[in-house]
């Protein structure tokens, strides 16, 4: 059991947070390669939402480009969080 909760603490609730890993067609290379699943917070004013339409990435391990998942892709990306 950790003790360091980055959710809790203010000044790190803006970092993302990996989800998960998977393989995936990456469109930047062309080629089925492992991607980081995460979800990135947005900042209002003040506050960083972690819920809108699209905090959920997926960022090639090999040419490290970033794509927004949405739809079912981003639903079963937020399911791997509660594993």
Request: hydrophobic share 35%; net charge positive.
């Amino acid at each position: 059991m950790s003790v360091f909760h980055p959710d809790r603490l203010p000044s790190l609730s803006r970092l993302p947070k990996e989800l998960g890993r998977e393989e995936r067609l990456c469109a930047g290379c062309g080629e089925a390669t492992g991607h980081i699943l995460y979800r990135v917070p947005k900042k209002v004013v003040l506050v960083y939402l972690k819920d809108h339409p699209e905090n959920v990435h997926a960022t090639c391990i090999k040419c490290a480009r970033s794509t927004v998942l949405g739809g079912e892709e981003r639903e079963r990306a937020l399911s791997l969080e509660n594993r």
